[in-house]
């Protein structure tokens, strides 16, 4: 069975500073790995996803995440924040395997950011 | 359609009435996915369509929950019986195959009263 952890439910961050998302995932096979943005009112947009090429993926907005399988960590970063990053962020797992890609989802990190 | 499309985007019900919850899938895509979200909470899954393959249906919360899906196209959730709990953001998502960007609808907003 798979899980995601994102530690923190909220994250407050002021706006040029660091954004760090963690996340935490278990998989009994390698996983593909994704980070989904929510903005208010708005559908779930992808924006980065590891499918096991280099373990740095770049995604969209700026963000990036990396893949460290010892720490079973996909962490999301941007090195600074502006105010249109408020949204919901969450880390998905999905497996590998041919039986399809059913992703399972981590309880989601809501960012404010301050000016 | 240029992305998925969920219908209604509202719905308000009195408990124990049934309610269908419609998603038009991007065309081409064979996966199908519905979650449920909660207020405050993350993303559950609810069932998982592949295709011409059986579902899995793993996340439904009970049989009161059920989804068909015609072919690629067209999916229908429905909730018989509804309870306050049911309340929620219903969300739909389609990928072109396995292991592919799923693409999300707005959802549709539940509100069991």
Known sequence: AQSVTQLGSHVSVSEGALVLLRCNYSSSVPPYLFWYVQYPNQGLQLLLKYTSAATLVKGINGFEAEFKKSETSFHLTKPSAHMSDAAEYFCAVSDRGAAGNKLTFGGGTRVLVKP | ?113
């Open chain 2, 1 to 113: 359609g240029a992305g998925v499309s969920q219908s209604p985007s509202n719905k308000v019900t009195e408990k124990g009435k049934d309610v269908e919850l419609r998603c038009d899938p991007i065309s081409g895509h064979t996966a199908l996915y519905w979650y449920r979200q909660r207020l405050g909470q993350g993303l559950e899954f609810l069932i998982y369509f592949q295709g011409n393959s059986a579902p899995d249906k793993s996340g439904l919360p009970s049989d009161r929950f059920s989804a068909e899906r015609t072919g690629e196209s067209v999916s229908t959730l429905t909730i018989q019986r509804t309870q306050q709990e049911d309340s929620a953001v219903y969300l739909c998502a389609s990928s072109r195959g396995v292991n592919t960007e799923a693409f999300f609808g707005q959802g549709t907003r539940l509100t069991v009263v």
